[in-house]
């Protein structure tokens, strides 16, 4: 493993730092060697084994992840907000044997695990250091994320170390990552974003990767002010954000501000279209132009606005180097210039298979090879442009891909509701917001349904707004008519 080799050569610098705490690569390799041992017990190779695991952003993250990588385990990141019903969800697809818990958490996942027979363990455990441990292959899979897409329930994309290589490789090179860098990681650590962009890159580029707990404006801008930090990544909804907290500041704390963030290397954006005045906003703020780029769990990042040449606004640039991309129509043939059409990406980013669904991984790739990212582009002037998805049923809010279809899957087992449609409408700051139109029986209360869907699915997916549809006909409701719920909200 790349990472590994990197970390080696790199055992003395500060890896990682949380608050005060600071962490060397040595560090994590002994950490990652003994949580290797703890989790082979006696075996000499986890064999792809799944092995979950809710731990906090920081150095134990990633001395579990390492662990299970250096022991030949599949890494399963759970979300730390999630529902009890979501992990649940997670552990049983996966059928994941162990699972690894910050101490605080092992509340949450104790019955479910003794009622499975599963091993729960923390990340306070420890094995011996002279386990001798396993040959991983480059092929072996390394990573299962849960995307949704446009079935109801989301699926396990399978990543192998040569995909999750490749992706770091790919960002290290075009991103200019060096072993100077200091990064700060605000993002979820069960999506690629922090996964591979912010962590993956920092570590095989040897840079310090710096942590907080979780998004907070005010905290952000105070560790920017301490002149640290170089390189910064996060979603246009944090970007939003930071630039309305810095509208409540004094003359003399934006003035500062700006001069500490004029000071960075690489400022980037991703994960949902950036507003162009979101990115002339922060251009204004902090002296940078974002550097927007497109991505997604299946294949890392695919298309990229140049490092050193123009990052134009509205657009995502063109492909990195080692990935193949193509504008194609509904057969999959290549569109005319100048015409808007469907990506489709290869190269050794893209992921291996959909969590034991042979069918759906077939159905999203090309009889060629090429994967169907499903995103609608136009290319003008080399430069490509998102221009929409090929599915209603898809919605991107606060950088978190979330399905319709989920959502009125679990809405509709409530008694009040006999039928409902959702959908994503446009919002400056959160991309889009999900919306649900409703046809409710007499004594509908949307907040007693607010509460009881908060219950059973993450609050990032959960609607924020109800109306009841009593205008609609029954048979008005589903697929057809979101364009017109869309409308209804705005
Ligand atoms: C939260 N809220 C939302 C919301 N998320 N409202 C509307 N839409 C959403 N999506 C509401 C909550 O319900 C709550 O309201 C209030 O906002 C605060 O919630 P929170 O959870 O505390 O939000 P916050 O902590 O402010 O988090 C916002 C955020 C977070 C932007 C920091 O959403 C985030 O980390 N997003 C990043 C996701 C990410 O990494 N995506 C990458 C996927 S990979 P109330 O009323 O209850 O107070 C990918 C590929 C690629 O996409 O290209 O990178
Ligand atoms: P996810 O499945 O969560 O990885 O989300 C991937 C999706 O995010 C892509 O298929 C796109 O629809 C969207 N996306 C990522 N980056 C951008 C971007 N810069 N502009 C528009 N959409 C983006």
């Known amino acids: 493993m790349k990472i590994i080799s990197s970390a080696k050569y790199h055992a003395k610098k500060i890896a990682i730092v949380e608050g005060l705490k600071k962490w060397s690569y040595q560090d994590l390799l002994d950490g990652s060697v003994h949580f290797a041992a703890c989790l082979l017990e006696t075996k000499e190779h986890l064999q792809g084994a799944r092995i979950a695991f809710m731990v906090d952003p920081g150095f134990d993250y990633v001395k579990v992840e390492w662990a299970i990588w250096r022991a030949g385990g599949i890494a399963v990141p759970l979300c730390l907000t999630h529902p009890l019903p979501s992990l649940q969800y997670v552990l049983e697809d996966t059928a994941a044997s162990i699972i690894v818990v910050s101490p ?35 092929s072996d899979p390394a990573l299962i994320l849960y995307t949704s897409g446009t079935t109801n329930k989301p699926k396990g994309v399978v990543l192998t170390h040569a995909n999750l290589e490749a992706q770091m490789e790919n960002l290290v090179d075009a991103w200019k990552w060096s072993a100077d860098d200091h990064t700060l990681c605000v993002l979820p650590l069960h999506h690629v974003h922090g996964i591979v962009n912010v962590i993956g890159c920092s570590m095989l580029a040897g840079a310090t990767c710096e942590f907080i707990p979780n998004f907070s404006a005010e905290k952000i801008f105070t560790l920017f002010l301490e002149n640290r930090i170089n390189v910064f990544m996060a979603v246009p909804t944090i970007y939003y954000k930071l630039i309305t907290y810095w509208e409540t500041l004094a003359a003399t704390e934006q003035e500062s ?6 000071k960075f290397r690489l400022m980037v954006c991703g994960s949902a279209a950036l507003p162009v005045s979101t990115m002339e906003k922060w251009e204004r703020i902090s002296g940078h132009t974002l550097l927007e780029r497109y991505g997604m769990t299946e294949i890392g ?22 990935v193949e991309v193509r504008l194609v129509d509904e057969q999959y043939q290549d569109i005319p210039a100048g015409e808007q059409g469907e990506i489709l990406v290869k190269g050794e980013n893209v992921f291996k298979e959909y969590w034991r669904k042979p069918e759906e991984t077939k159905k999203e790739f090309t009889t060629d090879g090429w994967f169907k990212t499903g995103d609608v582009a136009i290319k003008e002037n080399d430069y490509y442009r998102i221009v929409g998805r090929s599915s209603v049923d898809i919605i991107k809010s606060g950088g978190y891909k979330i399905s319709a279809l989920e959502i009125e899957e679990v809405l509709r087992n409530h008694e ?30 949307a907040s007693i349904i607010n509460q009881w869907i908060r219950e059973r699915m993450p609050a990032y997916k959960t609607p924020k707004r109800y109306l009841v549809l009593e205008a609609l006909p029954r048979n008005a409701m589903g697929k057809v008519v979101k364009n017109d719920v869309k409308k209804l909200f705005i």
């Open 257 to 262: 501000l700006y001069a500490s963030l004029k």
């Open 301 to 322: 990042m695919a298309i990229s606005n140049p490092y050193d040449g123009e990052r134009r606004a509205g657009y995502v640039g063109i492909p990195l180097p080692n």
């Open 104 to 138: 605080q958490y092992q509340s949450i996942l104790k019955g479910y695990a003794s009622d499975n027979n599963k091993r729960l363990i923390t990340t306070e455990e420890t094995g011996t250091a002279n386990q001798p441990l396993p040959v991983i292959e480059h």
């Open 416 to 445: 009040w509701i006999k039928d409902c449609a959702v959908a994503g409408i446009p919002d400056d700051e959160w991309g889009e917001l999900v919306v649900a139109a409703v046809e409710a029986t007499d004594g509908f209360d």
